[in-house]
């Protein structure tokens, strides 16, 4: 599918096989595929597809089998092929199985990259939940280490994209309610890791805006991300409580500051510490007219 996603499927090692390990089942043939964009056979999705899902049908067995170098090398032939499915299962055996984290959140990316390659309107919105609600727990544990910042950032990027998508009103629209509120899960789940994302590298003003959208997605009946509704809440409040201890109105315009994102915005003069600026030229302006100094 392009050289970037040949580098990620060559990081795939040799593995040993880990203590009684959970076994993961394959729970559907059907798969989300990428479209054969170079091929003017019109049938060619669709032996692709068959063959996907023989592949499949071969890993699955290998994995009930406890044979995982066979059942992942099916797997990443069908991942190769375009298969967003496939791609899935791969993170998670890599992140069940074997606890490798890092690898396991490649193939999620690269099945959110898949995902944005094939027309929104056909998307297989549980696919979807299921890999977002799998990169939540990932991102929290992968989070406390600095040095994953890098690869998480990579996947914000496709988040960000499927975000954008799962709220267009067409979507919506042809959705059934039981394939909305997945859709709002999905989307809870997606902003949650973007504001644990921006927390961790000290955006808290992005990481606020984040946890606001999932307050205002609400709750959807779905555990995983109603629960990722109330932690959001905790956190917004420990935020509040960071917001600067001025009056939010502009000590040099007058301009007051109503929402949280706009009160953390305010410039406080450095020299007076008790008054705030709501941009820099009126900082400039307070500090010459009453400091009688150059700007800083």
Not at 128 to 133: C, R, S
Not at 237 to 257: F, G, H, I, M, N
Request: net charge positive.
């Amino acid at each position: 599918m392009g050289s970037g996603f040949s580098q990620c499927f060559q990081c795939v090692h040799h593995l040993k096989k880990p203590y009684r390990p959970s076994i993961i089942t394959i729970s559907q043939n059907a798969t989300s595929l990428v479209p054969d964009f170079n091929s003017h056979d019109n049938n060619i999705n669709l032996f692709t597809s068959i063959f996907i899902s023989h592949l499949l049908e071969e890993a699955e067995r290998k994995l009930n089998s406890l044979d995982y170098d066979k059942s992942i090398n099916l797997l990443l032939r069908a991942s190769q092929l375009g298969s967003v499915y496939a791609s899935v299962k791969l993170g998670s055996i890599y992140s069940s199985i074997f606890s490798d984290y890092n690898t396991a959140s490649v193939y999620y990316f690269i099945a959110l990259k898949f995902t944005l390659m094939i027309p929104h309107s056909s998307w297989d919105i549980d696919l979807i939940l299921e890999t977002v609600y799998a990169l939540t727990k990932l991102y929290n544990n992968l989070l406390s280490d600095p040095n994953n910042l890098d690869i998480l950032n990579h996947g914000i990027k496709f988040m960000i994209e499927i975000d954008k998508n799962l709220q267009d009103p067409y979507i919506i629209r042809i959705f059934s309610y039981n394939q909305n509120q997945k859709r709002r899960a999905s989307r809870i789940h997606i902003n949650y890791c973007l504001a644990i994302t921006a927390n961790s590298r000290g955006d808290l003003l992005e990481a606020l805006k984040s946890f606001e959208e999932c307050e205002l997605i609400g709750q959807c009946g779905i555990e995983s991300a109603d629960k990722l509704v109330k932690k959001s809440y905790s956190y917004m409040q420990r935020l509040d409580s960071t917001r600067p201890k001025v009056s939010p109105v502009c000590v040099q315009c007058s301009y007051e500051a109503r929402d949280l994102i706009d009160i953390w915005n305010l410039l406080i003069c450095k020299k007076c510490k008790n008054v705030a600026c709501c941009g820099r030229e009126c900082l400039d302006k307070h500090i010459i007219i009453s400091h009688l100094g150059r700007p800083c």
